[in-house]
C-alpha cells in the first residue's frame, strides 16, 4: 500500500499531476482542493495517497492533507459513490463545509456538487453522519474550528473510551466537558480517562 510520496512535482495539469520519487514517476489524480495548494512544477511536494483497486485498474489519488484522504475513503464507502463523485465532492466543499452540511442535513448544500443527486444526498447524510468525528472532530463535538480546540489528548481518551464500550458522542462530548473544567496542567489523556470513567460509571 502507498501510504505517502515526497518527492518533486514533474507535471500538473489540473487534476493530473506526476510527481518523481527516485527518479521514478507517479502518476496521481487529486481534487482541485489539493490542486490549489500544490507548488510551482520543480518544486518539493508531499502527499497524502489512496491506491484505488479494481479488476481493470490500479489508480493512485494524492490529497494535501490526512483530512482530505479520510473524506475521500468515506465517501467511496458510501454505496453509489465511486472515486470521481468522491473528487467532485472535495473540488466543490471544503471538507469543514462537507462535515457540517452532513451535520446539519443539510441535502440542498450538498446537491450543489456535480453529480450528487438528492438521494445521494440523503445516503450521505444518513450513513456518515455518524463517522463526521473521524475527519473533523471539533464539528463531531459541536463546536467549530474557530473557537473550539480539540487536543491530541482530547482525541487519544475519546477513541480509549470507544474502545472500552462507550458510543463515540458520548464518549467526545464527555471529554470535551472535562476539558473545559479542568485546569490545562491536567489535560492528558490518562487524566480525561480516568475522571471520564468515573462520570460515565456513576
Known amino acids: 500500500m502507498i501510504d505517502r510520496l515526497s518527492g518533486k512535482l514533474v507535471t500538473c495539469d489540473l487534476t493530473e499531476i506526476v510527481v518523481d520519487v527516485n527518479n521514478v514517476g507517479y502518476a496521481l489524480t487529486v481534487p482541485m482542493s489539493t490542486f490549489d495548494k500544490l507548488p510551482r512544477v520543480g518544486a518539493d511536494v508531499v502527499l497524502h495517497t489512496y491506491l484505488h483497486v479494481r479488476e481493470d485498474l490500479l489508480q493512485l489519488y494524492g490529497f494535501a492533507d490526512l483530512r482530505e ?10 454505496s453509489g459513490v465511486g472515486p470521481r463523485l468522491a473528487l467532485n465532492v472535495l473540488s466543490s466543499m471544503s471538507v469543514e463545509s462537507f462535515c457540517g452540511a452532513v451535520l446539519n442535513g443539510d441535502v440542498k448544500a450538498l446537491t ?5 443527486g438528492k438521494r445521494s444526498g440523503e445516503r450521505l447524510v444518513v450513513e456518515l453522519r455518524e ?13 467549530s474550528r474557530e473557537n473550539t480546540t480539540v487536543t491530541p489528548e482530547m482525541q487519544d481518551a475519546a477513541a480509549a473510551l470507544e474502545t472500552l464500550g462507550f458510543k463515540s458522542d458520548v464518549a467526545r462530548k464527555t471529554v470535551q466537558n472535562l476539558a473545559a473544567n479542568l485546569p490545562r496542567e491536567e489535560h492528558s489523556a490518562e487524566t480525561f480517562i480516568r475522571q471520564a470513567l468515573r462520570t460515565l460509571n456513576s
Do not use: D, T
Open 131 to 143: 463517522k463526521i468525528s473521524e475527519i473533523e472532530p471539533e464539528i463531531a463535538l459541536g463546536g
Open 112 to 116: 450543489r456538487v456535480n453529480g450528487l
Open 69 to 78: 484522504r479520510r473524506l475521500f475513503r468515506l465517501l467511496i464507502s458510501v
